[in-house]
């Protein structure tokens, strides 16, 4: 795939610029240091951006009214909020699959993006006015651990560029007050166009990831903005909250979301390395752009299972709300 626009991970040429610029290179998360303040990854969640779970919540920021709906994502949504606020992050770090680059990976580095967010596909749904602040000084620090570690990287700095819906999804879903700085990654989008394309890529940046919040001492909790299966309704109900109307789109997508929610729920993580390509390939998953296999990385794929806090569809896609805690 990509080889116009990616350094190989693996190469001879990328490998050797690691070793020279990174010599701590890939490798288990930082051991827990004393007291409840250590830095480092202390947790990562699946976090899945679908604009009817915002729409659903009529926040105040969301122009369109809902009368509810898929209120078990919602309240697997509501116990990540719990959780979140339990590990005391300094920031939150997302990877989201529809702010797309063709060219490498970009970090935001604009220190207050706002505006409006619109799903292209269900703009009655979701027209979000965000405002927020980035933490700077590590988006920098990835894009620099990311040259580092061979990747084409690059920092976006400029005002105004419309923030996409699935970073503003989850990062609403997860912390609604916006109280916390963000870094906000870009998904590499080769993945859909050229058929051997390879997740290896999100190894290489979430180890990047990793360094850059360990060199600046933040504590960070993860965001990986994925969907599963991705098969998907073409038409609406007149309602677009109707329930009645919600439901898995076949029992193969159900069921291969089924297979690998039990090896997260199983563990450990490294088992995941051979079935996410598998559900991909069974399920369409949205997690082919590379989220979930970032979030995993950067935690060092850790020998702990992940904690189901909810399942549901959403127009048939399959989502969960998944957290695991660095050890
Ligand atoms: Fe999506």
């Given at each position: 795939m990509s080889r116009v626009f990616h350094?190989?991970?693996?190469s001879t040429r990328s490998g050797a610029r690691r070793a020279a610029a990174s010599p701590?290179?890939?490798?288990?998360?930082?051991a827990p240091g004393p007291g409840?303040?250590?830095?480092?990854?202390v947790a990562g969640y699946l976090a899945p951006h679908p604009p009817h779970l915002v729409y659903a919540e009529n926040p105040p920021q969301n122009e369109p009214r809902s009368t509810g709906g898929w209120e078990v994502l919602r309240w697997g949504y509501e116990e990540l909020r719990r959780r979140l606020r339990a590990h005391r992050p300094d920031v939150l770090v997302v990877h989201a699959p529809h702010w797309i680059t063709m060219v490498g990976h970009h970090v935001n580095c604009v220190p207050n993006p706002r505006g409006v967010s619109v799903e292209p596909i269900f703009p009655h749904l979701f027209r979000y006015h965000y405002d927020f602040r980035t933490d700077v000084e590590l988006a920098e620090a990835v894009v620099e651990e990311g040259e580092r570690a061979g990747l084409v990287t690059s920092a976006l700095r400029e005002e105004g560029v419309r923030v996409d819906y699935a970073t503003i999804g989850a990062l609403h879903l997860a912390n609604p007050d916006w109280d916390l700085p963000v870094v906000s990654l870009s998904a590499n989008n080769n993945p859909y166009y050229?058929?051997?394309?390879?997740l290896g890529e999100m190894e290489t940046l979430g180890a990047a990831t990793r360094r850059a919040i360990e060199r600046t001492g933040r504590r960070a909790v993860l965001l990986a903005s994925n969907s599963l299966s991705h098969m998907h309704w073409d038409t609406e109900p007149d309602l677009p909250e109707d329930m009645a109307a919600e439901h898995p789109f076949s029992h193969e997508q159900y069921a291969g979301d089924m297979e690998l929610l039990q090896i997260v729920r199983e563990g450990p993580t490294s088992r995941l390395k051979d079935a996410i390509p598998r559900h991909i390939g069974a399920t369409a998953s949205e997690t082919k752009a590379g989220s979930l296999t970032w979030l995993l990385a950067a935690m060092g794929w850790p020998e702990v299972a992940g904690d189901v806090l909810a399942y549901g569809t959403v127009i048939a896609t399959g989502n969960a709300v998944v957290e695991w805690v660095a050890p």
């Open positions: 350094l190989p991970a693996g701590s290179g890939p490798g288990p998360a930082a409840p303040r250590r830095g480092g990854i050229y058929s051997d394309a390879s």
